[in-house]
């Protein structure tokens, strides 16, 4: 079990590029979440998938966010046109579904990607 | 009003004391309650997962959950200078996926 694993660490681009990111899960796990955190804040929710269906998505994922978890396995986060806001950590966590319902999962994030937007 | 409440510190402690961490939060259906460490520039790791009202004592933490008062604690004992990080607490609501964070509390502990 190698964790959670996200490329790259660190991405300096300049507004208006597009820039995407990639996560690979704990493997096995079939849910996959991508949370945003900014300076002095907690993480805060993106979008997950169960296996390759996005679920949920945060009133934060602008339409110049998507996400996509092709064959349920890795995901990639593209951010088009950036903007200085997006500056930020962008985490990855992945969790096993407990098959119980009603019930919630233990997550288990990656070192994140650290995005700076010039 | 923020839904999960927390004090961002720091806090500053000697080496072998207690340290308590709090979050106060508003909603009262939320269910599961995680505590994470987060190192500076890395990403969170899990520290204890708490269901319902009660305790959990892991090793040096220990983890409270007041429902009735809407507010949870982590205890950390004969704390050490490698414990000196920021720590987020976590709550879900049954059936749903998504965490919702607080701003995460910076402990220092002093050697």
């Known amino acids: 079990d190698t964790g959670v694993s996200q490329d790259p660490r660190h991405k300096i681009t300049k507004r208006g590029q597009n820039v995407t990111f990639r996560c690979d899960p704990i493997?096995?796990?079939?849910?996959l979440y991508w949370y945003r955190q900014t300076l002095g804040q907690g993480p805060e929710f993106l979008t997950y998938?169960?296996?390759?269906?996005?679920?949920?998505k945060s009133r934060l994922l602008s339409d110049r966010f998507s996400a996509e978890r092709p064959k349920g396995s890795f995901s990639t986060l593209e951010i088009q046109r950036t903007e200085q806001g997006d500056s930020a950590m962008y985490l990855c966590?992945?969790?096993?579904?407990?098959?119980?319902?009603?019930?919630?999962?233990?997550?288990?994030f990656g070192p994140g990607t650290r995005l700076t937007v010039l | 009003q923020k839904e999960v409440e927390q004090d961002p510190g720091p806090l500053s402690v000697p080496e072998g004391a207690i340290v308590s961490l709090n979050c106060t939060y508003s909603?009262?259906?939320?269910?599961?309650f995680m505590w994470y460490r987060q190192y500076s520039r890395k990403g969170p790791e899990l520290l204890m997962y708490?269901?319902?009202?009660g305790n959990k004592e892991d090793g040096r933490f220990t983890a409270q959950v007041d429902k009735s008062s809407k507010y949870i604690s982590l205890f950390i004992r004969d704390s050490q200078p490698s414990d000196s990080a920021t720590y987020l607490c976590a709550m879900s609501l049954s059936g749903t996926y998504k965490y919702i964070f607080g701003t995460g509390t910076r402990l220092k502990v002093l050697a």
């Open positions: 708490t269901y319902s009202s």
């Open positions: 966590a992945s969790s096993l579904a407990t098959g119980t319902s009603g019930g919630t999962d233990t997550q288990y």
């Open positions: 909603n009262s259906a939320f269910q599961y």
């Open positions: 998938f169960q296996n390759e269906a996005q679920l949920e």
């Open positions: 493997s096995e796990h079939n849910r």
